[in-house]
């Protein structure tokens, strides 16, 4: 079982980022899948997840209106289109996937699988 982000880097405040996200291995069986990210000197924060039929999606409120997740299940791939970047989005982004995923939170378990995270750095 192995999650593998890409697509972080460097980018101006305004600009924009999309991360992508490939699951590899898991079992069968429906699974959410999301984003959690790192500050440094800052707790994980879950900022958005997707159920597996793309119905359900959550968005923290520091990301919401300028962040999109989608996904495609024919290539177990996971998306993050992240718009009008902020200084504050600087961070370490991962892609987890079997998280618990609902319009209100999103909740990584001890099934939860996360990859090693991609860095997103938003320059002022």
């Known amino acids: 079982e192995q999650v593998v982000e890409s697509g972080g880097g460097l980018v101006q405040a305004g600009g924009s980022l999309r991360l992508s996200c490939t699951a590899s291995?898991?079992?069968?069986?429906?699974?959410?899948m999301g984003w959690f990210r790192q500050a440094p000197g800052k707790e994980r924060e879950g900022i958005s997840c997707i159920n597996w039929s793309g119905e359900t999606t959550y968005y923290a409120d520091s990301v919401k209106g300028r962040f999109t997740i989608s996904r495609e299940n024919s290539q177990n791939t996971l998306y993050l289109q992240m718009n009008s970047l902020k200084s504050e989005d600087t961070a370490m982004y991962y892609c987890?996937?079997?998280?618990?995923?609902?319009?209100?939170?999103?909740?990584?378990?001890?099934?939860?699988?996360w990859g090693q995270g991609t860095q997103v750095t938003v320059s002022s």
């Open positions: 987890v996937a079997r998280v618990g995923c609902a319009a209100f939170y999103v909740y990584a378990g001890p099934n939860t699988r």
């Open positions: 291995g898991l079992s069968s069986g429906d699974y959410s």
